[in-house]
C-alpha cells in the first residue's frame, strides 16, 4: 500500500476522546486530527514522539488529516489505522505473500454472513471452496510479544463465534493478525485484557479454525506486509 504523497511527518502531542489526536506539523502548526482507531491504542504510542498523518485534500472535512503511524515507547513504529488492515491483507493476497491464501478466484469484502448478523472481511472463493477471513489489527506490544485484543471486545468474541459455525459447516475459516508494529516477533490472545475473547479463541481454533499472523514493513512511503509470524496459543 503505497502513499501518493507520501505521508507528513509530525510530533504526537496527545490523543483524547477515542477519535482525536493533537500533533505538531513539522513547521510548528498545531492541528487536530482524526484517529482512526477504536482500541486503547496501549503501548503503541507516547507523548512528543513523532508521528506520520496523511492529509484527505478535502478542505470542507471536519479533521481533513489523519493519523496513520505512531513511535511506540520503545521507539517501534505501529500503524493506527485500523481501516487500511482489510486492504493491507487484500493486497498480500493479490501479490502472493501470504502463500496460505493462494489458489483463489474471487474476493469479496464485507460480505454478509453468520447467525449474529455478521460481516467477513474478505471472503476467498474459487476451486478449493470458499474461505472466510476476518482480519484483526494488532499493535499491542509486550516486549516481542504481540497480543490482540488491547482491550475488550464483545466483538472480536463473537467473530470467533461466527468464524468456528464455519469451520463447522465445512467451510475454511482464517482469523487473520495484521501486525502493524515494527517490534512485535509473536502472536497470541491478550489473555489478561479480555479472558472471555481467548477463551473462545482456544475453542475456535480446536473446532478448526486457523490463524495466521503476518508483520507489516512500515514507512512514510508505503506500508506492507512482508513475513508471517508465530502464533502462539490456541488448543
Not at 40 to 61: H, I, Q, V
Not at 73 to 99: C, Q, W, Y
Not at 111 to 139: A, F, M, W
Not at 152 to 173: D, F, Y
Request: one cysteine or more.
Amino acid at each position: 500500500m503505497k502513499f501518493n504523497p507520501p505521508l507528513q511527518q509530525g510530533t504526537l502531542l496527545r490523543r483524547y476522546k477515542r477519535f482525536l489526536a493533537d500533533i505538531e506539523t513539522a513547521t510548528g502548526e498545531l492541528l487536530t486530527i482524526h484517529c482512526p482507531n477504536t482500541g486503547s491504542m496501549k503501548n503503541c504510542w507516547a507523548e512528543s514522539t513523532p508521528c506520520w498523518y496523511s492529509d484527505s485534500g478535502n478542505p470542507k472535512r471536519k479533521y481533513r488529516h489523519t493519523l496513520e503511524v505512531t513511535t511506540t515507547p520503545e521507539s517501534a513504529l505501529a500503524g493506527v489505522n485500523t481501516g487500511r488492515a482489510n486492504a493491507l491483507v487484500e493486497e498480500a493476497i493479490a501479490s502472493g505473500i501470504i502463500s496460505e491464501l493462494q489458489g483463489y478466484e474471487n474476493v469479496r469484502r464485507e460480505v454478509r454472513y453468520g447467525e449474529e448478523n455478521s460481516r467477513i472481511d474478505l471472503l476467498l472463493s474459487g476451486e478449493p471452496g470458499d474461505c472466510y477471513v476476518e482480519v484483526k489489527n494488532v499493535t499491542l506490544a509486550e516486549g516481542a510479544r504481540g497480543l490482540f485484543p488491547d482491550a475488550v471486545s464483545a466483538r472480536g468474541s463473537k467473530h470467533l463465534r461466527e468464524l468456528q459455525k464455519m469451520a463447522g459447516s465445512g467451510a475454511r475459516a482464517v482469523l487473520f493478525y495484521c501486525v502493524q508494529h515494527s517490534g512485535i516477533e509473536t502472536v497470541e490472545a491478550a489473555r489478561d485484557i479480555d479472558p472471555a475473547y481467548a477463551a473462545a479463541l482456544d475453542e475456535a481454533v480446536a473446532a478448526g479454525v486457523e490463524v495466521l499472523a503476518y508483520r507489516a514493513a512500515i514507512s512514510a512511503g508505503e506500508i506492507r506486509l512482508e513475513r508471517a509470524l508465530p502464533f502462539l496459543g490456541g488448543a
